[in-house]
């Protein structure tokens, strides 16, 4: 959104960060999660990681950013991330918005746009609400090639396991069927 204002150095920062958010987003890939990772940032250095984990940990609460946000806070030692940037691969939900709202960080870096549930200004802009008390800096569309890429792969591994699921589902069913058929037959002999 705002990536003309940045600086080059910046620029190449945040390609550096959202590198390692993606990184996060494959250990969530690995463990057969929909990919999404994030990083925090303070000072140069990341303090916070998370990926999603939402049927690995059975919670709804497993998401990236919230997992970032608790990491960060315990190493800062405060509830509050002022003077922090959370580098997402894909743009927060409504919960991670609104956490990074209360957590006061100063800017979010997103990469791919979430047609349904993004609320860094796709569905809704939590984090810039001029309602709250605090709004972040958005910058979206870095690195979203590869943040949609990873997105993509893991839905189409998705749907061909599903396919095949389905298929030998019928299978089964149709090898019992024709069990039965035999036996209803082999007993009116
Ligand atoms: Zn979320």
């Not at 705002?2 to 463990?31: G, H, T, V, W």
């Not at 409504?94 to 800017?107: N, Y």
């Amino acid at each position: 959104m705002e990536l003309n204002a940045l600086s080059p150095e910046q620029q190449k920062l945040d390609l550096k960060y959202m590198k390692a958010a993606l990184k996060q987003a494959e250990k969530a890939l690995a463990i057969g999660e929909v990919p999404i990772g994030a990083v925090i940032v303070y000072d140069g250095r990341i303090i916070g990681r998370g990926y999603n984990r939402r049927n690995t940990d059975h919670t709804t609460l497993a998401h990236a950013e919230i997992t970032a946000i608790r990491k960060a806070c315990k190493k800062m030692g405060d509830w509050r991330l002022e003077g922090c940037t959370l580098y997402c691969t894909l743009e927060p939900c409504p919960m991670c918005a609104g956490a990074l709202v209360q957590s006061r960080i100063d800017r979010v870096v997103i990469g791919a746009a979430s047609p349904k549930s993004g609320c860094g200004g796709t569905l809704l802009n939590i984090l810039q609400n001029e309602d709250f008390n605090h709004q972040a800096e958005i910058t979206a569309g870095v690195m979203q090639e590869a943040c949609t890429e990873i997105l993509q792969r893991f839905f189409k591994a998705l749907r061909v396991r599903n396919k095949a699921e389905k298929k030998a589902r019928r299978a089964a069913e149709a090898a019992m069927m024709a069990k039965k058929d035999a036996e209803a037959a082999s007993n009116t002999l």
